[in-house]
């Protein structure tokens, strides 16, 4: 009972994380006008919580080395508090970059730190549901936001809510560092560990092509949310409620397909549900190329589907691959490649797509799957656990 407890707690960890993913897209055309700012000056505030959390991916490992896990994910899940809070009293611009900085070092100690432990202790399965449980937060935070402003109420008290809801995931979290310690007490993490140096890293084989799975898988992702609904309106002239809509479908199929992908792993091995996974979004990317009306439907759920079991296979696979020795500290520059995708691709693409053509969107889509494929294939062709 205490295993399904402390197993229930991890779960929550990772709605915590999701909560605040998706809230500053839904509340930015509100909280816009009440900042003086341009439209754009939304980049400044994502770009600050992308370089916090790459920062803090890089550093997760050190830290619970001398806090633990329980402990470190309890500060983190205050500091992402802290961050909301903030957002929700501030009202000028500069301390709204400041407020989210905690948000940004918040999630990127949550991501790497629970990885890390989830794929060094516990079977493949969890680790679908435990991106199925970041989904659900990803998806939640947006619908309190639209509650909160379809009753005319202030963006302001959604971010006071979502923030008083970790505060409460927080306090739960604090009875549990018992629960931590009890496990962390299993898998010792060895000195040695903080020593890895990134070049040293880099010579064991197979870890740059992960490390670039990330990054490419991430800008996918990234890719997608910033400019599917463009490419529905402008190219599959579709309307942008239906647009909206579609790109809803996308996110619940992840969330479903994680789920999915948990039972799967019970007769499929990580390497086969990664191929077949790939496989599935190469198949939604072209049937959204070459599709018009209904077919657009189909074809963003098999995206989503596809992108489903990827990130959280490729990480939950990372002790098998590299040894359970390194794979904190790789897992930490898993998370940071992750974001440095999803920071500069998209952005890059959208300059790319306003220059050339919308029509580019699925043909990078296609290719940076290719770039799966082959990475993954040359990881399982080489894999070999390398001393340092």
């Known amino acids: ?75 983190s899940i205050l500091l ?8 929700a009293f501030t009202k000028n611009f500069f301390l709204l970059i400041v407020a989210a900085l905690p948000l940004g070092f918040g999630a990127g100690a949550i991501d790497t730190s629970v990885n890390n432990y ?41 971010y006071l809510i979502i923030g008083s809801i970790q505060l409460i995931l927080a306090f739960i979290l604090l009875f549990s560092l018992p629960l ?6 299993k898998v010792a993490i060895e000195p040695n560990k903080s020593k890895l140096s990134f070049g040293a890293l880099l010579k064991q084989k197979g870890v740059m092509w992960s490390l670039l799975s990330f990054l490419f898988y991430v800008g996918i992702e990234g890719t ?31 969330t479903l397909g994680r789920i999915i992908s948990g039972f799967v792993t019970f007769w499929l091995s990580n390497p086969k549900l990664l191929l077949l996974s790939e496989s599935i979004l190469l198949i939604g990317i072209s049937t959204v190329a070459i599709g018009r009306g209904s077919i657009l439907y189909i074809g963003f759920i098999l995206i989503g589907l596809g992108c489903a079991a990827i990130f959280p296979t490729m990480m939950h696979e990372t002790p098998e691959r590299f040894g359970a ?35 580019l969107f699925p043909l990078f889509l296609v290719g940076f799957v290719l770039i799966l494929i082959v990475v993954t294939l040359l990881i399982e062709k080489g894999k070999t656990i390398e001393p340092l």
């Open 118 to 158: 989830v794929s060094s202790n516990l079977k493949a399965y969890h680790m679908n549901w435990l991106h199925a449980f970041w989904g659900m937060g990803a998806t939640l935070g947006p619908i309190i936001m639209g509650v909160v402003l379809d009753n005319h109420f202030s963006w302001r008290n959604g």
């Open 80 to 87: 992402t508090a802290m961050g909301l809070i903030g957002f």
């Open 224 to 254: 997608i949310f910033l400019w599917g609904s463009s490419y529905l309106v402008e190219i599959k002239s579709v309307t942008a409620a239906s647009a909206s809509f579609i790109l809803s479908l996308f996110f619940a199929s992840i």
């Open 1 to 75: 009972m205490r295993n399904i407890i402390f197993i229930f707690i991890i779960y929550i960890t990772y709605i915590s994380l999701g909560l605040p993913d998706s809230l500053l897209g839904v509340a930015w055309p509100d909280m816009v006008g009440e900042f003086h700012v341009t439209y754009s000056a939304v980049g400044i505030i994502s770009m600050a919580i992308a370089v916090c959390t790459v920062i803090s991916s890089l550093q997760t490992i050190r830290i619970t080395q001398k806090t633990g896990t329980g402990k470190l994910v309890l500060s």
């Open 325 to 359: 020795r390194n794979s904190g500290a790789i897992i930490g520059f898993q998370v940071a490649f992750g974001y440095v995708g999803v920071t500069i691709l998209p952005p890059l693409l959208g300059i790319l797509f306003q220059r050339v053509s919308m029509n």
């Open 180 to 185: 931590w310690k009890q496990n962390e007490q």
